[in-house]
């Protein structure tokens, strides 16, 4: 990783540049819709199946009067698809900008960087990233695991030509391990989320993002002159692109990544997460003012049971660059993947269900936007953050809670 | 249905025709590929996993002598994702063209032909597809579909705004009881693969299939030009586009259209069935030049337990405009499905598993595209003709067979 000192100022100029280094190697993944989603978003009071009031959720703050009625906005989805990213997460993007960063890094190739490799104890979608943007460049990649690691997981770490290094499965053990691989090959460390240039990689899905949909909206209009059709509602306002993008909060590297995208563009960046068991760290830190340093969640979106780190709140908070958070529960969430794979017909990991589910089933949020678009409503982006999910898992959710969550 | 007599022509011009009459009702659903899965494909022979061999199959025939070698051709590997398409398969290309063919056959919507509407007696993806194509133009939809079919099966086919009319569930019922409603209200009957009109709709994806192949090829090109770059392999000749394709073949109306499709191209296309008691009718069929009439199946691939029409026919076997057929075990065809959503992320049914199993683990074909295309290798479309699955079955499906499948 290069010095976090060195890195470029976090901005949507940067976020622009990075896009530009890592072009060559990652995907432009596809955006896509679903009407009967959009519809289905708009709809979800009005008996379009079971909604959250079905599990006595609703009301529960009323204090017992009667039920609020549901929020009704207006809403168009839109979906970022970086499960089809390379390693099937958009932590490719990141990876990948650290590198070419480190590769520019004064000194550091000609000190023989490249055999000296980098290093992270990340055992997730950030090592496989890493180890294919290691690999592409001829670098040596070390990823330090706890010995008690899935096999699978192993076996593909090695296949994308890293060299596996045991530990302990505690983060005191790995950190140790991490820290002896540094002192005897030199490597350097790349972090999963925490630092500038991780941020910056994970933005540019941002850029596409706010591109593609504004692309396809222009063709939208320009579909509707030529056959005289109209979308299913009327449009007050001249649609251009999005108005919010929803993105899933883990570690905040990607959410904050996204939020300097927009900087400036008048779009507003929400963050999403699961409430389980105090997994919704960032939005209780971004309502006190303090940032959560330990979660210690087995929610079922597991790419999001780690706390916010310290570059991302800066982004988030500080500079209040995200415009809010919103939680959803676990049932909520497979809810949400459930229609991801029967309507969008999409493999995606549960953690990106959770900004599906906030739109469709966050009543704060829906009263939001109610309140907020009006008749118009909002063109609100999804992101997908990837695609690894195993496939006995996914079988076993879907088996045991096909009641809940049809 | 128009009557047949009044088609066009099956010819390449006519299915041409066709997705001009459909353009804009079906989706242009994306091609996507995978280097992953074209690296296994050129290479599943040399310890890529188990393959076919772990259970036995391999040397069946060899009369217990040592194992032939395994065929290494040269796959680089396109999907056609009809999973994306409207209705969530290939399905709705056919039904939005039988019902523009039945709008302008002279004097049915002068004689109140949108009143007396359509028929089927099909329950699956095509009633969905007719419902729609129906609903899309003001025009009744009836199906007739056996009163012991799972309730969200009924549901989704109303939600598309068609009347469901219950029958018993032999053919024989369902028959009598699509007479009935013929004669009650005048409908004209929609069949789902055996008619003109519908074949030349299916093949409108062959079009799209090899305009994208080639304009996606055209830029790999572009690429290697301007980083100087190549791709895996070196290539003798210059690639331009799909050299084969492979189609699952149930009742045949798609595989015959994309034959048409690709007919004076030099394209080859290839049909592909499970050999499961006995639903390889269609490879039968073709190898005896007698047409098999029935088929009576538990095949996975639940899309193509259907026996091959006589319309299909005519284009397959008499104008000899497909050049072969292979068949996969059900083993096979759940590995496919298993690296369809780990690699490709995608949703899709067991029956669009069906061809990509060929591909990996057809000997004969395998052994044919290595003679046939030798160090060059093949460009090979993949037809992924649906995602419609029922999750609960998917799950377990996946858990059951997750030791042999993996």
Known sequence: MADPSTSPPLTRESVAAARELI????????????SSLSALASDVGAGAGPGPESEGE?????????????AKPKLRLWFK?????????????????????????????????????VVTHSSGNHAQALSLAARANGIHAYIVMPSISAPPKIAATKGYGAKVVFSGSTSVERE?????????????????????????????LGLEFQEQVEAMIAEEHEKEKTTGEKGGETTRKKRKGLDAIIAPCGGGGMLSGVALSCEGTGIRVFGSEP???????????????????????????????????????????ERRLVAGFYSVSEAEIIRALRLAYERLKVVV????????????????????????????????????????????ALGKLFSENSEVAK
């Open 23 to 34: 072009k060559p190697f990652v995907h432009r993944t596809p955006v896509i819709t679903s």
């Open 58 to 70: 609703a009301g529960a703050g009323a204090g017992g009067g009667k039920a609020k009625p549901k």
């Open 81 to 117: 698809c970086e499960n089809f990213q390379k390693v099937g997460a958009f932590k490719a993007r990141g990876a990948f900008h650290a590198v070419e960063r480190l590769k520019r890094e004064p000194g550091w190739l000609e000190g023989g960087g490249a055999k000296k490799g």
């Open 176 to 204: 140790a391990v991490t820290t002896k691989v540094i002192e005897d090959t030199g490597a350097r460390l790349v972090p999963p989320y925490d630092h500038p240039d991780i941020i910056l990689g994970q933005g540019t």
């Open 275 to 317: 409430s389980f068991q105090g997994a919704d760290d960032a939005k209780r830190g971004y309502e006190s003012g303090v940032r959560v340093e330990a979660v210690s969640s087995l929610t079922v979106a597991d790419g999001l049971r780690t706390p916010l780190g310290r570059v991302p709140w800066s982004v988030i908070y």
């Open 349 to 392: 990991e549960p953690s990106s269900a959770v900004p599906l589910a906030v739109a469709l089933y966050n009543e704060d949020f829906r009263a939001m936007v109610e309140r907020e678009a009006g008749e118009d409503g909002w063109d609100v982006g999804i992101v997908f953050s990837g695609g690894n999910v195993s496939l006995e």
